[in-house]
């Protein structure tokens, strides 16, 4: 059995695993988001020595970002200004002296639904992540469209609100999971991480404040879904990021959704939404299918 080291650089941390070529995950580890490229390299070498005696076949890195995985270079911009310019798939190959490949990380968790999860058994589908802001990434033929800007997939740049007579211009990230508790902090006149979101999505119909902006995320996510099925009509959309756990986000879009489609009677092609399946974990077996992909491609 052949063994990869995966590594997935989140927003405050990393983590990283050993998974078998079949994508199971074998172990894995996490730690703080290191503050500097030096401190990064050294996160990464330490999990390589770590797992050294499994004779490691190569390394796939989950990456914020524009990641170009032909070149190595990440543009855009991420938590991590040092990652953007620096060669890191050519450091990582001279030092560790085994083949590295790095992808975005909305693009792994789309690969590993498109790999083994709730995307499997389609070609074509949409893969949204919400969290911090929503991003996402387009899957055509089981492979990514990433644009050539290395944007596609960005929905959350999408404008979400643009009224000529009102201010201000909002994106479909002006209202994500986050930026709607902020939104309720302020309010409230609250400091932010004082709440907990599960509790307030979990019983926001019994504070109208609550209620007021978790009804702006799901009419948020609806609509944004149904532009996403018209623009590219997919066969499946599939919602990843931590509001995934919820099991009650798809009636609560599909809800919001059913209000538009008898709005709009001519539309008949109706969103199959469903949420991802390897949640957490997604990342790290994404860039492992990126990995193998590359490397039976050359």
Not at 91 to 97: H, N
Not at 121 to 147: E, Y
Not at 259 to 288: E, M, S, W
């Amino acid at each position: 059995m052949k063994h990869y080291l995966c590594i997935d650089v989140g927003g405050t941390s990393i983590k990283y695993g050993l998974l078998d070529e079949e994508g199971h995950i074998i172990q894995t580890q996490s730690v703080k988001a290191p503050l500097s490229l030096l401190e990064m390299y050294e996160v990464f070498a330490n999990a390589y020595y770590q797992y050294q005696d499994f004779h490691l076949q190569g390394i796939a890195l989950s990456m914020p970002g524009a990641v170009d995985s032909e070149s190595g270079v990440i543009g855009g911009s991420s938590a991590y200004d040092y990652i953007h310019g620096p060669n890191i798939k050519k450091d990582l190959e001279e030092k560790f002296k085994i083949p590295v490949e790095i992808e975005n990380d909305a693009n792994c968790a789309a690969l590993a639904e498109v790999w083994k999860g709730a995307a499997s058994d389609v070609n074509d589908c949409c893969f949204i992540v919400s969290g911090t802001g929503i991003g996402g990434a387009i899957v055509k033929n089981k492979k990514i469209h990433k644009g050539v800007h290395l944007h596609g997939g960005e929905f959350g740049y999408m404008i979400s609100k643009l009224d000529a007579h009102e201010r201000p211009i909002k994106t479909w990230s002006d209202a994500s999971t986050v930026n709607i508790l902020k939104d309720i902090a302020k309010e409230k006149n609250i400091d932010f991480h004082l709440l907990d979101a599960k509790d307030i999505f979990d019983h926001y119909h019994n504070d109208p404040i609550y209620e007021k902006y978790i009804n702006e995320y799901y009419w948020s996510m609806a609509n944004g879904i149904y532009n996403l099925q018209y623009a590219y009509d997919p066969e499946k959309i599939v919602i990843g990021g931590g509001i995934s756990m919820r099991d009650d986000l798809i009636d609560e879009i599909n809800q919001r959704l059913d209000v538009i489609f008898k709005t709009f009677t001519h539309a008949h092609v109706r969103p199959i939404i469903l949420t991802c399946q390897y949640h957490n974990d997604a990342n790290l077996i994404g860039a492992l299918f990126h990995y193998l992909t590359k490397s039976t491609s050359v």
